[in-house]
């Protein structure tokens, strides 16, 4: 059974989301799910070719977006995030991929991805990816954002000597966070505004590969605990 999901259903605007993949199957099992929970499928297609003028035809709120097409087998969501942010289309994209490597991730979160859930997760992720990414939130699933957190805690480790990653003040911010204060107690400990906390606090999640705050608090806690080790050496 389901777990609830931790988005509100309450007062939500509808969602219209469409979705592009080469799999008949993969695209009917999204439409069933999306369509039970009263988002609306607008369109949907299997051609990379179709993604953007679909986008400009339908003006839905999200796409759901294939990794890898069969025609091609290259990086054609990387290509299609390009030509997204080149169009300055609005809309939120999620990656539903079965291609999780860190790399991979990383590379679509930065070229503007909403969302990354792996096709090995269950269509409740998507579910929530879908949800979070309607109200503005970044999501990535459990599985996925294990393997980000490794491999940015295990690329740290592989360069002992490198500059420190954080600044002296995005350092402050993410140790007060990781001791449980909120963004409003560390911008009136500091005298910062609200947001240059957390426009700090975003440029060290993006140095770190950190999709959440959770995420964020683990990799700066076991790279102190790494440095921590170098120096009882």
Not at 89 to 116: E, K, N
Not at 172 to 183: D, K
Request: charge should be positive; include cysteine.
């Amino acid at each position: 059974m389901d777990k609830p999901s931790p988005f509100s259903t309450f007062s939500r605007p509808a969602i219209r989301a469409v979705v592009a993949d080469d799999h008949p199957l993969v695209v009917w099992g999204i439409r069933k799910m999306l369509e039970s929970h009263g988002i609306a499928v607008p369109a949907t297609t299997g051609d990379i070719n179709d993604i953007v003028p679909m986008l400009e035809r339908t003006k839905p709120d999200i796409l759901i977006l294939d990794y890898y097409f069969e025609s091609l087998r290259s990086s054609d969501g990387l290509r299609i995030l390009q030509q997204i942010r080149q169009r300055k289309l609005s809309l939120q994209v999620i990656l539903y991929s079965g291609a999780t490597d860190p790399v991979t991730v990383i590379s679509a979160l930065r070229l503007g991805a909403r969302g990354f859930v792996s096709k090995s997760s269950s269509l409740t992720c998507l579910r929530d990816a879908i949800f979070a990414a309607a109200e503005g939130h970044l999501y990535v699933d459990a599985d996925t954002e294990r393997q980000l957190l490794q491999y940015n805690v295990g690329k740290y480790a592989r360069q002992p000597d490198r500059e420190v990653v954080l600044s002296r003040r995005e350092e402050q911010v993410v140790s007060r966070l990781a001791a449980g204060l909120t963004l409003v107690e560390i911008s009136q400990q500091f005298q910062r505004s609200i947001k240059t906390v957390s426009t700090q606090k975003r440029s060290a999640m993006r140095k770190l590969g950190a999709t959440s705050d959770y995420s964020l608090i683990k990799a700066y806690n076991n790279i102190n605990e790494m440095k921590g080790h170098r120096g009882e050496k």
